[in-house]
């Protein structure tokens, strides 16, 4: 070095310190993102199955009515 020369430091503990908050926020980012993607799935698989559900009732419901036996009460008696 010669005699008019300054030598400068520079501290990067502020930038560290930035490249770990952003490394937080990253990975808290991700996490979140991947617990409303699986929430999110679970709820469309349990709506999926309660709608299956619904239509199979829907479809069966004219086989238990056709199997049912007329009672006396249902009888088609015309009143006079």
């Known amino acids: ?12 503990e502020s930038s560290n310190t930035g490249k770990w908050i952003m490394l937080a ?4 980012y991700v996490a979140c993102s991947l617990f409303l993607l699986f929430t999110m799935r ?3 698989t349990r709506w999926r199955k ?3 559900t619904a239509r199979f009732k829907l479809r069966s419901c004219p086989r ?6 007329p009672t006396p009460r249902h009888s088609r008696r ?3």
């Open 42 to 44: 679970r709820s469309w």
């Open 1 to 12: 070095m010669e005699d008019g020369d300054v030598r400068v430091v520079h501290s990067d």
């Open 25 to 28: 926020v990253a990975i808290l």
């Open 64 to 69: 238990e009515c056709r199997q049912l036996k």
């Open 50 to 52: 309660s709608k299956l």
């Open 78 to 80: 015309r009143w006079a």
